[in-house]
């Protein structure tokens, strides 16, 4: 359905943007791409894609995207680049869950538990504070997340709960 609709020349930009397959969608992302390329050695620094999106993703999570990812030399080229925008564009999508699993398995243990969720909680609690928000409970968002998921096991939230979900 999504390459089909291409062959509609009346789509909004909007709608073009959205459509992974588009030109525009293609230009989109290289632009951002080259936009955070700040060096202009057409990598990316783990410096440089914190600068992604609302430059809200936090220190943790890309050390694990770095460490997941296969890199050029610590760098990021544009097809790590594009997967990892894909997936993120597209987390209701079972592909892109099980990508971005792996950067929150720290453990790689098949699971996220309490523990796992904490390491993550602890790098977003110190960007709301630096940004003089209101600090959040860390086992209410531990509730709320394991009652959205629902998972099998009450300790631990895997792969297909998110996927169930």
Not at 10 to 17: H, I, N
Not at 121 to 147: G, R
Request: glycine share 4%; with cysteine; proline share 3%.
């Amino acid at each position: 359905m999504i390459m089909y609709e291409l062959r509609d020349e009346g789509l909004s930009v909007d709608r073009l943007e959205k459509n992974w397959f588009s030109a525009t969608s293609a230009l989109r992302v290289y632009g951002q791409y080259l936009h955070l390329d700040k060096n202009h050695n057409g990598v990316l620094s783990k410096e440089e894609l914190a600068a992604y999106g609302t430059g809200t993703l936090t220190p943790v999570f890309i050390e694990r995207v770095f460490q997941e990812c296969l890199t050029f030399e610590t760098q990021m080229d544009y097809k790590t680049y594009l997967d990892f925008v894909l997936s993120l564009e597209n987390k209701h999508e079972p592909q892109a869950l099980q990508y971005l699993f792996r950067f929150l398995d720290i453990k790689h243990q098949g699971y996220l538990d309490t523990f796992t969720l904490f390491y993550f909680f602890k790098a977003i609690s110190k960007q709301i504070t630096e940004s003089e928000q209101e600090p959040i409970n860390f086992e209410d968002v531990k509730d709320e997340i394991f009652d959205m998921a629902k998972p099998k096991d009450p300790s631990r939230i895997t792969l297909q709960d998110l996927i169930d979900w």
